[in-house]
C-alpha cells in the first residue's frame, strides 16, 4: 500500500469565524478570506494538491538530470568556489586566486555554500546579497554564472536583469594636501618612499611594491615594469608600462635600494595587508574616503589638467 504524502497545510478556524491554511512546514498561517467551511476545504485541498504536484514536478527532473550526471545532485556551492579557484590556480595572477580565496571567507555566503545547488532557490541568493556587501553581490553574481555555465544549474536562479545593482561606494583622488600629511607622518622611510612614488607615477599598488632596481633604466631615465592583472594574458598581448620619470623620482629612487627589490618589506606583503596599513595611516591623521588606489585618480586629476 502506496504511503500517503502528508498535507503542507491543514484547515483550522479564527475565533471570529475566518477559516486559515496552517502551513505544517513553516509554521505559518494565512487567510483563506473566507467564513464557508465548504469553501475554505476546497482551498486548502488545491493548495496540498499545488504542493504534491510541485513536489512531484521536481522528482522527475531531479531524475532525469541524474541520469545525465550522476552527481548533479550532490554538488554544493562551496564546491563551485572550489572548482573556481583551482582554475584560477592554473592561470590567473595570484592576487586573482588571492581575492577568490577572500571570497570564499564571506560570511553573508556561509549558509550558502552547504547547500546544493539543486535545493536552492532565488531567495537563498537574494537573502546573501542582502546579507553580505558589494564584494558579496560582485562573487556570487560570477560563482551562479560559473556553475550555469559548467552545466551543473539547469538554468539561472536569479535571471541577469533581476540581480540586485551592484552600487559601490563613493571613490576619489587624494589630495596634495592630504598627501603631504601622510608624508610628514610617516617615519617609515620605505613606507614614505613608496606613497611618494605612487603619487608620481599613479601605478598600481602591487606594481609599484614590486618594482625592483632592475626596472629602472638610468641612461633613458625611465621605469618598465609589467602589470601584475595581465599576467594571465598572452604574452603577444602583453606591452610592459614605461614611465619617464624627472629629477623627484630621481630622488626618491636614489634613497632605495641599488639591487633587487625597491620595497624589500612591502613587497612581501598581500594587498590587503599594505592598504589595511595606509588605511590606518589615513585613520590617524583623520583622512576619510581614499585608498592606494585614489593616487591612482590624483595623477589623473593632475594629467587631465595639463592637457592629456
Not at 20 to 39: C, I, P, Q, V
Not at 112 to 133: C, D, N, Q, S, V
Request: net charge positive; aromatic share 10%; glycine share 6%.
Amino acid at each position: 500500500m502506496k504511503q500517503q504524502m502528508k498535507n503542507r497545510y491543514r484547515l483550522f478556524k479564527r475565533g471570529w469565524g475566518v477559516y486559515y491554511a496552517f502551513n505544517n512546514e513553516t509554521g505559518n498561517s494565512e487567510s483563506l478570506h473566507t467564513r464557508d467551511k465548504e469553501e475554505a476545504t476546497r482551498l486548502v485541498h488545491a493548495m496540498n494538491e499545488a504542493g504534491r504536484m510541485t513536489a512531484m514536478s521536481t522528482q522527475i527532473a531531479r531524475a532525469y538530470l541524474t541520469a545525465s550526471d550522476p552527481e548533479i545532485t550532490k554538488r554544493t556551492w562551496r564546491f563551485v568556489v572550489e572548482e573556481i579557484i583551482k582554475l584560477k590556480i592554473k592561470g590567473a595572477a595570484g592576487s586573482t586566486v588571492g581575492r577568490w580565496q577572500n571570497a570564499s571567507k564571506d560570511k553573508a555566503l556561509e549558509s550558502l555554500f552547504p547547500m546544493a545547488l539543486l535545493e536552492t532557490r532565488a531567495g537563498h541568493i537574494l537573502k546573501a546579497i542582502e546579507a553580505g556587501t558589494v564584494s558579496t553581490n560582485v562573487y556570487l553574481r560570477r560563482i551562479h554564472n560559473f556553475a550555469v555555465g559548467m552545466g551543473w544549474l539547469p538554468w539561472p536562479l536569479v535571471p541577469k536583469k533581476m540581480w540586485p545593482k551592484v552600487v559601490y561606494q563613493p571613490k576619489r583622488a587624494i589630495t596634495p594636501g592630504e598627501h603631504q600629511k601622510i608624508i610628514a607622518r610617516e617615519r617609515n622611510p620605505e613606507k614614505r618612499d613608496y606613497y611618494e612614488l605612487l603619487w608620481h607615477l599613479a601605478g598600481a599598488q602591487s606594481d609599484v611594491a614590486d618594482l625592483y632596481a632592475g626596472d629602472v633604466d638610468w641612461s633613458d631615465w625611465t621605469i618598465g615594469y609589467d602589470r601584475h592583472k595581465l599576467k594571465d594574458r598572452p604574452a603577444t598581448r602583453i606591452k610592459p608600462a614605461i614611465i619617464h620619470f624627472g629629477e623627484e623620482v630621481a630622488e626618491i629612487l636614489n634613497r632605495r635600494p641599488k639591487s633587487g627589490p625597491l620595497f624589500p618589506y612591502l613587497c612581501t606583503l598581500p594587498e590587503k595587508d599594505r592598504a589595511t596599513e595606509f588605511h590606518q595611516r589615513c585613520r590617524g591623521l583623520g583622512i576619510q574616503g581614499v585608498t592606494l588606489h585614489s593616487y591612482r585618480y590624483a595623477w589623473a586629476e593632475r594629467a587631465r589638467k595639463c592637457g592629456f
